[in-house]
Structure formats: C-alpha cells, structure tokens
C-alpha cells in the first residue's frame, strides 16, 4: 500500500515569496498518476496539476509541479493573498486500483 | 459547463438510514467514473470509492468496502452514497467528484488519472 507524506505539514509566508510543497511516496510511483489540489476554507477541492507538471484549465502559471520516482513538488512561484490554502498530492495506483491522498499541507501567511 | 450538484446538508441520529446523492450535467455522464471523498471535520481527505454509471462497476477503497454502499442511476444522471446504520464517527463531509482519464499511443496507454471538477460537499452530521 503506498503512503503519501507531504511536507511541510504547515508553511508560513508572504504573498510575493515562492513556496514549495513536497509530496513523498513510500514506494516508486507513476508520475502520470499524481496530482495536486487545493482547497480554501468551506471550499471544494480544486484540481491544480496532473500528470505530475499539466495545469488544470484555468489554473496560472506561477503554479508548477514537478518530480518523478517517490519525490514530487509543487511550486508557487509568486505567492499572491489567494493562493493561502491547503494543498493536497493524490495518487491513483492500478494494481489493485486505489487512490490515496496526502495529508495535506497548509500554507498559510506569515 | 460540467458540473456536479450534491444534495443538501443532512442531521441524523446514530443507527437511521440514509442516502446523499451527486448529479451530473454539461457532459455524458455514462462516459465518466464518479468518485467519492469524505472529510472529518478538521481532517484531510479520503478516497472512498469509485462507480462508472454506465454499468454501475464499483471499486471500494478497502477502508470503506462493507461501510457504505455507492450506486448510480444513470437514467438521472445521479451517483449516490448511502448507509443502512449511520455512526457519530460519519459526520463528516462528502464529496463526489469526476475521474478524468487520459489515453495515448498506438497501445492507448494512460497517461493521466485525476479529479476534476468536484461536487459542493454534502455535510453529514450524526448525532444522538
């Protein structure tokens, strides 16, 4: 079974500065099969990139990701007062299919 | 536009039944997988399961084979979640939300798995 482990679990700064956010897997992964979303407080999630570095329609592109094997990021690279939230990796796994989630990241301002 | 509309916020006592549901528009919806994510209250997200409407295939997360049931009604264009003997520890947020794949080459390989879009939520909330 594979785990997701994100960190930081908290991340503090100031809109204009540049985040990253790490997504580990316990094992070798598909980086086809990851993705990130974020979500606001009372909000849905929102599918940010997938296919580890595609952006979502709509999505800016100061929001990348990147990574391969068990080591992905997403980077912020412009910090902007609506991008505070919590992020989330998903990884959807084929044998046997599954989908596990991270446990989250909050970036919040500092 | 695609969109997923959930079913309103629900209060129930521990042990009564019930079913939330999930309706699609703005695309076919036998053509997609509907997923479904619940969230405790202050918690992350949990995948719970998947159903492909078109002939009601379901795939449970194993945290939540024999906890809950998923259908879908095609003809409505609706997925459901629904419990026979609801516990406090269900209170919680559920969301559904499409599955997005994406094939390429000769062999149609997949080369992408995601959720996109998502429901509203629907706040379950259990207690005596």
């Known amino acids: 079974e594979i785990v997701l482990t994100q960190s930081p679990g908290t991340l503090s700064l100031s809109p204009g500065e540049r985040a990253t956010l790490s997504c580990r897997a316990s094992?070798?992964?598909?980086?086809?099969?990851l993705s990130w979303y974020q979500q606001k407080p009372g909000q849905a999630p929102r599918l940010l990139i997938y296919g580890v570095s595609g952006r979502a329609t709509g999505i800016p592109d100061r929001f990348s990701g990147s990574g391969s094997g068990t080591d992905f990021t997403l980077t912020i690279s412009r910090l902007e007062p609506e991008d505070f939230a919590v992020y989330y990796c998903l990884h959807y796994g084929s044998s046997p299919p599954r989908y596990t989630f991270g446990q989250g990241t909050k970036l919040e301002i500092k | 536009e695609v969109q997923l509309v959930q079913s309103g916020a629900e209060v129930k006592k521990p042990g009564e039944s019930l079913k939330i549901s999930c309706k699609g528009s703005g695309y076919t919806f036998t053509n997609y997988w509907i997923g479904w994510v619940r969230q405790m209250p202050g918690k992350g997200l949990e995948w719970m399961g998947i159903?492909?409407?078109?002939?009601?295939?379901?795939i449970y997360s194993p945290s939540f084979q024999g906890q809950v049931t998923i259908s879908a009604d095609k003809s409505i264009s609706t997925a459901y979640v629904q419990w026979s003997s609801l516990k406090a520890s269900d209170t919680a947020i559920y969301y559904c939300?499409?599955?997005?794949?994406?094939?390429?080459?000769?062999?149609?390989?997949?080369?992408?798995?995601?959720?996109?879009?998502w429901g509203q939520g629907t706040l379950v909330t259990v207690s005596s």
């Open positions: 939300t499409r599955r997005e794949t994406q094939y390429s080459g000769t062999y149609l390989q997949k080369t992408s798995d995601r959720f996109d879009p």
């Open positions: 159903i492909y409407p078109d002939d009601s295939g379901t």
């Open positions: 094992q070798t992964v598909s980086s086809s099969f």
